[in-house]
């Protein structure tokens, strides 16, 4: 099976920009959960999907948002970009068995927002 | 109380000995410890995890050992490799009730393995 893919690996922003963020998961796994990853705050969580439904969702403001295809591939969106939002985005997917733990994650897609 | 506490933040061993990381946690509704390993470039993997009915779990040369009552759990490599060099996050999740695959992870521990 393919893993995780994430587009784009790499992009560059400025801030007050937006930017979209797209997860393919592995075929068959209907939960797709993304993640912010940074040196300081290192790996927290964003929001999860399960169906096209956001399951939960993190400590985050509005400006971040995703959402799910009925094919299970998702995007997140982050408008009016802040320096601060410069991270590593992890999208994971699992299949339908909560509170296992077991996500299976993506490279991520490295956003520099100068 | 949503925190998970990872100790140390680096580690340097050297080849053939053994590696351990600590964490820590509050929340009594955690019901899933994964440990995930990290290499430059690449996503987490999940590399061994547990849950709080059982005190030790081994898998290879990677060990978890779990202490419900002092809400600790710590993940052993013995005869570390180089190719063990990596971060290593703990984590946790089980919210209580309600489907959910969130995770809270630690803060991660770089480990070197000397040759």
């Known amino acids: 099976k393919a893993g995780v893919t994430q587009t784009p690996r790499y992009l560059i922003k400025t801030r007050g920009q937006q930017v979209t963020l797209s997860c393919s998961p592995i075929?068959?796994?209907?939960?797709v959960s993304w993640y912010q990853q940074t040196p300081g705050q290192g790996l927290q969580f964003l929001f999860e999907?399960?169906?096209?439904?956001?399951?939960n969702k993190g400590n985050f403001p509005g400006r971040f948002s995703g959402r799910q295809f009925s094919n299970s591939r998702s995007e997140m969106n982050v408008s009016t970009l802040e320096l601060g939002d410069s991270a590593l985005y992890l999208c994971?997917?699992?299949?339908?068995?909560?509170?296992?733990?077991?996500?299976?994650f993506g490279e991520g897609s490295r956003l520099t927002v100068l | 109380q949503q925190q998970v506490k990872q100790s140390p933040q680096s580690l340097i061993v050297q080849k053939g000995g053994i590696s351990i990381i600590n964490c820590a946690y509050e929340?009594?509704?955690?019901?899933?410890f994964p440990w995930y390993q990290q290499f430059p470039g690449k996503g987490p993997a999940l590399l061994i995890a547990?849950?709080?009915?059982?005190s030790e779990k081994k898998e290879g040369r990677f060990t978890i050992s779990f202490n419900k009552s002092a809400k600790q759990f710590s993940l052993h490599i013995m005869d570390s490799q180089p190719g063990d060099s990596a971060t290593y996050f703990c984590?946790?999740?089980?919210?209580?009730?309600?489907?959910?695959?969130?995770?809270?992870f630690g803060t991660g521990t770089l480990l070197a393995v000397q040759p």
């Open positions: 999907y399960f169906s096209e439904t956001q399951r």
């Open positions: 075929s068959g796994h209907r939960s």
């Open positions: 547990i849950r709080p009915d059982v």
């Open positions: 929340n009594t509704a955690f019901d899933y």
């Open positions: 994971a997917s699992s299949e339908d068995r909560p509170n296992t733990g077991e996500l299976f």
């Open positions: 984590a946790a999740s089980g919210q209580g009730g309600g489907a959910t695959n969130k995770l809270i």
